[in-house]
């Protein structure tokens, strides 16, 4: 069963905690639910949209780190190099900023509504910034 719902644009999905890859990730965020906010496209890294949180501490460091996330694992990146960002990636991406490549928490994997990755990535693309919300699931 998906621990996690999220409800991005017109699209559901549900999703597992990544809790061995990046435990300290999946507890702190897992304390913000249910989160709301609005994810846009990326400009560097592909076919993915972004959640931007400047300068937002979450108060955890990397753990299992990837710059190559596959449609459907979703990234936290702590801050450093660039802003605090969540990475909804919905195919071919690499994690880049302005700065050059990135690497990010692996926290959730896409476990339902996987056919829509690619609709919700272009529907952000062509139409703008979306609500998405991440709430717990049961």
């Known amino acids: 069963m998906s621990e996690v719902r999220i409800a991005a644009g017109p699209y559901e999905f549900h999703a597992r905690w990544e809790r061995e890859r990046s435990p300290k990730t999946c507890r702190a965020f897992e304390k913000l639910l249910p989160y ?48 605090t960002e969540i990475l909804f990636p919905y195919y071919g991406t690499h994690f880049k900023s302005k700065l050059g490549t990135l690497a990010g928490n692996h926290m959730l994997t896409i476990t339902s509504g996987h056919e829509n990755l690619r609709a919700l990535g272009e529907l952000t693309l062509w139409e703008g910034a979306q609500d998405i919300t991440f709430e717990a699931n049961g």
């Open 36 to 83: 709301r906010q609005k994810i846009i496209h990326v400009r560097w890294s592909g076919e993915a949209c972004w959640i931007p949180l400047g300068d937002y501490d979450l108060g955890v460091g990397f753990e299992d780190a990837t710059s190559y996330p596959q449609a459907g694992e979703i990234l936290f990146y702590p801050g450093g190099f660039s802003e």
